[in-house]
């Protein structure tokens, strides 16, 4: 059996209850050793064999579970954050089914949740924002026209950029290209609730600038939009004295949910 279990985001203690007892219960452990935090394989017994998948490729990783699954043996495919964004396990459990060897996913604390954390922030925001837009710039890895960068900013939306730190002055020109204004507020989260966390609020076209000074080049989402600025926004509805809800009778004459 294989288990894909998200990590979390770094602190070693924000991986699930399920996930920690997988790893305690894991004869082979196979973990993404570029972002998951090591600490969290102190969770897997004496007993079991531990891979670090940054040195190996989809084949290699294949094999070592093909080899742990003809000995019976129970493998942990362990991802950073929450493996169903950016964790390339699709390609992998194809190739499982092809296989017939049984699979299950447990979800984890992505490092956008853990970045809004950091920040002490509310993504959606009424009368701000209601949507927030998960992509990366296109790199070596390309994006479909249709999701660009640039398309998608002139939603006004929220946005949680991953993978792209190394591009920061291409990512505002395409900010700015989209719709954003230059001085939308953004913020820079380095390692989001690792121990070395860092946090930085600056505007969209200053991301760079920033970046640079705090000597950050890596393992950082970027977050725009005017949510970030956390101000200006309505109240709940749904906490509304006037708002009548499922369990609640409001004051005044309007009805229905939020």
């Known amino acids: 059996m294989v288990y894909f279990v998200g990590a979390g985001s770094g602190a070693v203690d924000l ?21 998951v935090n090591p600490e969290l394989l102190s969770y897997a017994g004496g007993h079991c064999q531990i891979y ?16 742990a699954e003809a000995s019976g043996l129970t493998t942990v495919r362990l991802h950073t954050g929450d493996p169903c964004l950016y964790g390339a396990i699709r390609e992998q459990m194809d190739i499982l089914e092809q296989l017939h060897i049984p699979y299950e996913v447990c979800p984890g604390v992505s490092s956008f949740c853990g970045a809004a954390a950091a920040l002490q922030m509310e993504y959606t925001l009424p009368e701000i924002s209601q949507s ?6 296109a790199g070596r890895t390309p994006v479909p026209e249709r999701e660009s960068i640039r398309s998608f900013a002139a939603h006004g939306a929220t946005m949680v950029i991953f993978l792209s730190t190394g591009m920061l002055e291409a990512l505002s020109e ?15 989260v380095y390692k989001a609730t690792w121990p070395d966390e860092k946090t930085l609020v600056c505007t969209v076209d ?11 080049k890596k393992t950082a989402l970027i977050i ?23 369990f609640r009778q409001g004051t005044g004459d309007k009805g229905a949910e939020r």
């Open 15 to 35: 991986i699930t209850v399920r996930g920690k007892n997988m790893l305690e219960q894991a004869d082979v452990v196979i973990y993404a050793g570029s972002l």
């Open 224 to 246: 725009v939009g005017n949510a970030v600025s956390q101000s200006g926004y309505e109240r709940s509805k749904l906490y509304d004295p006037v708002f009548t809800t499922e």
């Open 206 to 216: 200053t991301l760079a600038n920033r970046a640079r000074e705090e000597h950050i």
């Open 132 to 137: 927030v837009i998960i992509t990366r710039m």
């Open 174 to 188: 395409e900010l700015i290209a989209g719709g954003y204004s230059p001085d939308t507020p953004a913020a820079i």
């Open 52 to 67: 670090n998948s940054a040195t190996m490729t989809l084949e290699e990783v294949l094999e070592v579970i093909k080899s």
